[in-house]
């Protein structure tokens, strides 16, 4: 089974910079996308990247949160800046099964890490 592993979570003031790792073996072919849920509130869609390089961001990181992938390495990156305390959240990388995908696709389609935290202070 792959499961993608994250890293890089933590706190920050508002305004700060953070940069958030996945490993996901076997990924090289497949859609890669970040996610995110705050207390009390569903799961969302953060920003996607197929192994084109295409990517697809919700609207309210457009502009502040960069994903990128590394071939080589097998990870996925995700450059988050600006950052404000809406951005506060449990941050899951998520390994597409397929080629494809969508930040509104079903859940079942990936496999998923366990979370790394990301908290912004006022």
């Known amino acids: 089974q792959v499961q993608p592993v994250e890293s890089g979570g933590g706190s920050v003031q508002a305004g700060g910079s953070l940069r958030l790792s996945c490993a996901a073996a076997e990924s090289n072919e497949s859609c890669l996308a970040w996610f995110r849920q705050a207390p009390g509130k569903e799961r969302e869609g953060v920003a996607r990247?197929?192994?084109?390089?295409?990517?697809k961001y919700v609207d309210s990181v457009q502009g502040r949160f960069t994903i990128s992938r590394d071939f080589a390495r097998n990870t996925v990156y995700l450059q988050m800046n600006s950052l404000s305390p809406e951005d506060t959240a449990m941050y899951y990388c998520?390994?597409?099964?397929?080629?494809?995908?969508?930040?509104?696709?079903?859940?079942?389609?990936?496999?998923w890490g366990q979370g790394t935290q990301v908290t912004v202070s006022s």
């Open positions: 998520a390994l597409s099964r397929y080629r494809f995908c969508e930040l509104s696709s079903f859940a079942d389609t990936f496999y």
């Open positions: 990247i197929y192994a084109t390089g295409t990517t």
